[in-house]
Nanobody
Framework: QVQLVESGGGLVQAGGSLSLSCAASGSIFSIYAMAWYRQAPGKQRELVAVITSGGSANYAGSVKGRFTISRDNAKNTVLMQMNSLLPEDTAVYYC?????????????WGQGTQVTVSS
């Protein structure tokens, strides 16, 4: 069984910074892409940033230059540093990991962590 546990959300003023962390645990053979998504009230879940096992990253246009995704493969962890936060960044943030357990691969999701940016 595989679990993703997120931490690091919270309340911050516009212009501030937050750091999110997501750790995968369980019967993990290998982890491929890891990503952060977010879902604001009344909106669809959207991809924020994704990073490959080799460290190549891509970002949504709305966060490029402000957010940085990184990963620690030894700890099965993905991080996201969020700077210059805007009220429109307010959402529940979810991590996703493409994990192969040795018997098969699938996407796993974390439970979500709330990020609230006040104006």
């Amino acid at each position: 069984q595989v679990q993703l546990v997120e931490s690091g959300g919270g309340l911050v003023q516009a212009g501030g910074s937050l750091s999110l962390s997501c750790a995968a645990s369980g019967s993990i053979f290998s982890i491929y892409a890891m990503a952060w998504y977010r879902q604001a009230p009344g909106k669809q879940r959207e991809l924020v940033a994704v990073i490959t096992s080799g460290g190549s990253a891509n970002y949504a246009g709305s966060v490029k230059g402000r957010f940085t995704i990184s990963r620690d493969n030894a700890k099965n962890t993905v991080l996201m540093q969020m700077n210059s936060l805007l009220p429109e960044d307010t959402a529940v943030y979810y991590c996703r990991a493409d994990i192969y357990t040795g018997t098969g691969g699938q996407n796993y999701w974390g439970q979500g962590t709330q990020v609230t940016v006040s104006s």
